[in-house]
Nanobody, 123 residues
Framework: QVQLVESGGGLVQPGGSLRLSCVVS????????VGWYRQAPGRQREQVAA???????ISADSVKGRFSISRDNDKNTWYLQMNSLKPEDTGVYYC?????????????????WGQGTQVTVSS
């Protein structure tokens, strides 16, 4: 069974930075698309960023220029670097994997999910 384990959430002041990590229990090279979703209280889960093994990236308009996604195939890990954080970035962040990316869309996925990590942006 494929397992995803996130880390790196926490409390940060507006304007601050956090880096989330997600480790997968299988060889990440077997996974085309990896990414991150988030869910704020009372709102639907939304896609934040995604990255394919071939380098295709997708980012939500709300995070472009502030968040970046990367993957380290040697560590079976992908990351979400979050800079210039705003209170509206608060929520539970989930890593996700599976499927593939094509023309700014995520197809046939995600199939696997992490347990979620809380990110709170507040002064």
């Amino acid at each position: 069974q494929v397992q995803l384990v996130e880390s790196g959430g926490g409390l940060v002041q507006p304007g601050g930075s956090l880096r989330l990590s997600c480790v997968v229990s299988i060889n990440i090279r077997a996974i085309n698309a990896v990414g991150w979703y988030r869910q704020a209280p009372g709102r639907q889960r939304e896609q934040v960023a995604a990255l394919s093994i071939g380098g295709i990236t997708i980012s939500a308009d709300s995070v472009k220029g502030r968040f970046s996604i990367s993957r380290d195939n040697d560590k079976n890990t992908w990351y979400l670097q979050m800079n210039s954080l705003k209170p509206e970035d608060t929520g539970v962040y989930y890593c996700a994997a599976g499927g593939y990316l094509y023309r700014s869309s995520w197809f046939e996925g995600p199939k696997y999910w992490g347990q979620g990590t809380q990110v709170t942006v507040s002064s």
